[in-house]
Each structure stands twice: as structure tokens, then as C-alpha cells.
């Protein structure tokens, strides 16, 4: 099945857990109680939006890392909503050549992007899949392809936390776009203001 259509199949399917609130993908969860959207939200900027000491990795780029653990988990929501997010930093960056790349990492491939990331892509996709499948020679082909300590680190607690996201997301059944269009007016919000100010119909 195409990604297009299995994106379109997903977006027909209801919660099957009771009681939710009538929000989309990860919103659900952040809307059970005050503290988890709090906790949530405050993880998300940690790892994709604020300063990490000793990081050379841009917001772009581990929203990309983002994308690539949730295509890996075949959660829609959660590709397609970051995908956008990475779309908007790349544009306010003028970088807009570089957006056709956030499609081809979704389908599971790192073709056209350099070496460090694509090490680091591999790292996040191996512990989306089988965490104990990655090894000591993953780490060093990051760090001799370009890669700091902490742009490991970050790549790890991203894959972690993104497969996290990816799970309450798909646990709960929690409806999702048709398109990822629906995402374009929240990845403004995100690129400028980070995950801290929570939308009113749509938490990304």
C-alpha cells in the first residue's frame, strides 16, 4: 500500500480507548491531566528546541531525527506533524532546497543528506526498532562522520522520546490527518514559539 493511502486509511480509524478528549494525535495525551501536557510539552523543547551544550545539531535537524523515529514507528501523526515542523525552520531559515529531503526520510532512507546525519539518523532509526541492536561501532561512525558527544546524546534521547510520543499516539488510536497540510499553521506556531504555548485544537 502506498504511504499516501495507508496515511489516508490511518486517518479514518477512532480512538478505541474511552473517555479521551476530543483532540488529535498526541494532544490526547497531553489533555488527560494538566501535568502531562505540562511534562510533555516541557520534553519536546528540551530535546528539539533548546540550547543542548556541546550540540551541533540544528532544530531542523532533530526535528528531522523526530520524523525519522515516527516513520520508523509508522505513526503518522507524529511524522507528518514534525516533518512539517522541519519544513517551517528550513523555510524561515531560506533553506528551502533542503525540504524535499523531510519525504525522502520518511520513507525510511537518508539519501542526499551528509555523513553526520546520516549516521545519526541511523542510530535514532536502530533504537526505534530494536534498542539493543545498536552497538559501539554505530556511536563511532557518528562521531568520525562529524558528530559531538552530545549530538549522540541528543539522537538517542530523541529516538527514545519519539518512540514514546509515537506510542501514546498509536495506543490510544488517536485520529490523525488525512494530509499533512493540517499541520502547516501549527509548524509556524512551533518555529517560533517552541512547544511551550500549547495550541487550542491542535498540540504538536
Not at 74 to 91: I, R, V
Not at 101 to 118: A, N, P, Q, R, W
Amino acid at each position: 500500500m502506498a504511504r499516501d493511502e495507508e496515511r489516508a486509511e490511518r486517518a479514518e480509524q477512532d480512538p478505541i480507548v474511552g473517555s479521551l478528549p476530543d483532540v488529535p494525535g498526541i494532544g490526547v495525551a497531553m489533555r488527560l491531566r494538566p501535568g502531562l501536557g505540562l511534562h510533555l510539552r516541557g520534553l519536546a523543547d528540551e530535546l528539539l528546541v533548546n540550547d543542548y551544550p556541546g550540540a551541533t545539531l540544528r532544530r531542523d535537524q532533530r526535528e528531522l531525527l523526530a520524523t525519522a523515529v515516527s516513520a520508523s514507528n509508522d505513526c503518522f501523526f507524529c511524522m507528518d506533524s514534525h516533518g512539517a515542523f522541519a519544513t517551517a525552520l528550513l523555510e524561515r531559515e531560506g533553506a528551502t532546497d533542503l525540504v524535499p529531503l523531510i519525504d525522502i526520510v520518511k520513507t525510511g532512507s537518508s539519501d542526499g543528506l551528509d555523513e553526520k546525519m546520516c549516521a545519526l539518523l541511523s542510530i535514532a532509526r536502530t533504537l526505534a526498532e530494536t534498542p539493543r541492536g545498536l552497538d559501539a561501532a554505530d556511536v563511532q561512525a557518528a562521531l568520525d562522520a562529524g558528530a559531538t558527544d552530545q549530538d549522540v546524546q541528543l539522537a538517542v534521547l530523541i529516538a527514545s522520546a519519539f518512540s514514546m510520543y509515537n506510542r501514546l499516539v498509536e495506543g490510544f488510536r488517536a485520529r490523525t490527518a488525512p494530509t499533512t497540510e493540517a499541520y502547516r499553521e501549527r509548524a509556524g506556531e512551533i518555529a517560533e514559539h517552541g512547544y511551550q504555548v500549547p495550541a487550542q485544537a491542535r498540540v504538536g
